[in-house]
């Protein structure tokens, strides 16, 4: 039996409204996850989209879904969107942002990536703080392995690992 000795007791979620179509993006998607799991607690949640999203207008839209998101925050979460009005830290301040967390006690960390239209207000009014992760606008699903991808980079950085050059 394999046992995995966890940089921290913390849990990082990375939640997500839809799930993610193309195969090679789900392909990448498992691949980072996989790794992470020698690092930390992580779990991937897709939430279904509300079920006439195709009769809704954007900002009916972006207020159903924020309704089934905010089902998921528990008030000891740290809740941060994965927005485009967010920070932008490089990969090492992610990093040091991370390891702050983990020696803080947290619990869960919970990162959120909307919908093609965002995030309501009653989103951001719950939400503790907002990442971007790039100044260009990415689909939602692509932002889905590239924060699994950062999230790895940031334990091998944390870690003294050669994955992140440097």
């Known amino acids: 039996m394999i046992t995995l000795r966890f940089i921290s007791n ?3 979620t990375l939640l997500v409204v839809g799930k993610t179509d193309e195969e090679y993006l789900n392909k990448g998607i498992g691949i980072y996850t996989n790794r992470l ?3 930390i ?4 949640i897709e939430i279904q989209p509300p079920r006439n999203f195709r009769q809704l207008n954007p900002q009916q839209l972006k207020e159903a879904e924020g ?3 905010l089902k998921y925050f528990e008030e000891s979460d740290h809740i941060v969107l994965l927005d485009e009005k ?3 830290p490089t990969s090492t301040d992610f990093a040091a942002m991370l390891q702050k967390h983990m020696n803080s006690g947290l619990k869960n960390l919970m990162f959120v ?8 207000d009653e989103v951001y009014k719950a939400a503790n703080s907002k990442l971007a992760l790039s100044p260009m606008t990415f689909s939602h699903q692509m932002v889905r392995l590239f924060f699994c991808e950062q999230l790895y980079r940031a334990f091998t950085i944390i870690r003294n690992e050669p994955y992140h050059n440097n």
Not at 41 to 44: A, E, P, S, T
Not at 113 to 120: I, K, L, Q, R, T
């Open 10 to 12: 913390m849990k990082i």
């Open 67 to 69: 309704k089934l998101l």
């Open 41 to 44: 607690r992580f779990n991937l």
């Open 86 to 88: 967010g920070t932008h």
């Open 113 to 120: 990536v909307g919908g093609a239209f965002g995030f309501s």
């Open 37 to 39: 799991l020698h690092y």
